[in-house]
T-cell receptor, first 116, second 114 residues
Framework: NAGVTQTPKFQVLKTGQSMTLQCAQDMNHEYMSWYRQDPGMGLRLIHYSVGAGITDQGEVPNGYNVSRSTTEDFPLRLLSAAPSQTSVYFC???????????????FGPGTRLTVL | AQSVSQHNHHVILSEAASLELGCNYS??????LFWYVQYPGQHLQLLLKYFSGDPLVKGIKGFEAEFIKSKFSFNLRKPSVQWSDTAEYFC????????????FGRGTSLIVHP
């Protein structure tokens, strides 16, 4: 298994540009999440999905869209990039609610995004 | 909603020193607790977790954590750190019911000098 994969690893955008960060997992996990990691702020949840076709907002959803058309993929779209979105973005997946939240999250390697 | 506090933001130790990283959460109900580690340049991985049973849990690489319900705490410990333990450590909690999406603390950066 490849686990959780993310592309690209690095990206530089100009203010106002849009782009999609890709995330895929091959473990048939129900739950997938997007976090951003900023110095001194830890990990903050952007959006999450509890299954194909179901998404919900996290702590910091503004400026981001997600969709979950398949179990495997969970792309994160930046609609109009802003310098405040400069961050490292992590995608994560876990088996699902059936284990009452005790299951481990598996993280991707991250995408380092800079918005100029 | 639950929240997680990690009081030590930066810790610097010498090899062989003992380590204790604090983690407190705010939620009155039943919780699942996790410690994740992020080594330099790598993604997060699970160190250990607690959801029931013995409140002293052991994880990988000699780490352990103790759940003290009365103090809402889940502190991480290691008797003797190594240079290779240099990393960022995150405490996380999710609460029974709801989405079970974990809330993470702000992280503690640990530097171990050889």
């Amino acid at each position: 298994n490849a686990g959780v994969t993310q592309t690209p690893k690095f990206q530089v955008l100009k203010t106002g540009q849009s782009m999609t960060l890709q995330c895929a997992q091959d473990m048939n996990h129900e739950y997938m999440s997007w976090y951003r990691q900023d110095p001194g702020m830890g990990l903050r949840l952007i959006h999450y999905s509890v299954g194909a076709g179901i998404t919900d907002q996290g702590e910091v959803p503004n400026g981001y869209n997600v969709s979950r058309s398949t179990t495997e993929d969970f792309p994160l779209r930046l609609l109009s990039a802003a310098p405040s979105q400069t961050s490292v973005y992590f995608c994560a997946s876990r088996p699902g609610q059936g284990r009452l939240g005790t299951d481990t999250q598996y993280f991707g390697p991250g995408t380092r995004l800079t918005v100029l | 909603a639950q929240s997680v506090s990690q009081h030590n933001h930066h810790v610097i130790l010498s090899e062989a020193a003992s380590l204790e990283l604090g983690c407190n959460y705010s939620y009155g109900g039943t919780v699942n607790l996790f410690w994740y580690v992020q080594y330099p340049g790598q993604h997060l991985q699970l160190l250990l977790k607690y959801f029931s049973g013995d409140p002293l849990v052991k994880g990988i690489k000699g780490f352990e954590a103790e759940f003290i319900k009365s103090k809402f705490s889940f502190n991480l410990r290691k008797p003797s750190v190594q240079w290779s333990d240099t990393a960022e450590y995150f405490c996380a909690v999710n609460a029974l019911g709801g989405s079970y999406i974990p809330t993470f603390g702000r992280g503690t950066s640990l530097i171990v000098h050889p």
